[in-house]
Nanobody
Framework: QVQLVESGGGSVQAGGSLRLSCAMS????????MGWYSQTPGKQREMVAS???????NYADSVLGRFTISRDSAKNTVYLQMNNLKPDDTAVYYC???????????WGQGTQVTVSS
């Protein structure tokens, strides 16, 4: 099992920045990919950014060039640096990990990001 605890959400004006953190614990050595997803009321959760254990990143088109996913292995933490935020970025953001060998997918509790115009 893996436990994920997000932090760093909040309210910011358009054009501002936030950095989300996801502290990971448990079966970290089995992690294959890490990612951040966003969800707004009435919509499905959508991938924002992902990072493989080998360092390959993938981003949603809407955040490309503005958001950066990274990992600090020493701190067992994944980050999402969010720059030039837009009101459309307002959502609850969830940290996600997928383990190797079909050991499961895990989610954090979510952190609210609100961007005002």
């Amino acid at each position: 099992q893996v436990q994920l605890v997000e932090s760093g959400g909040g309210s910011v004006q358009a054009g501002g920045s936030l950095r989300l953190s996801c502290a990971m614990s448990g079966d970290i050595v089995s992690i294959n990919t890490m990612g951040w997803y966003s969800q707004t009321p009435g919509k499905q959760r959508e991938m924002v950014a992902s990072l493989t254990g080998g360092g390959t990143t993938n981003y949603a088109d809407s955040v490309l060039g503005r958001f950066t996913i990274s990992r600090d292995s020493a701190k067992n933490t994944v980050y999402l640096q969010m720059n030039n935020l837009k009101p459309d970025d307002t959502a609850v953001y969830y940290c996600n990990t997928v383990l190797r060998w079909a050991r499961g997918t895990y989610w954090g509790q979510g952190t609210q990001v609100t961007v005002s115009s």
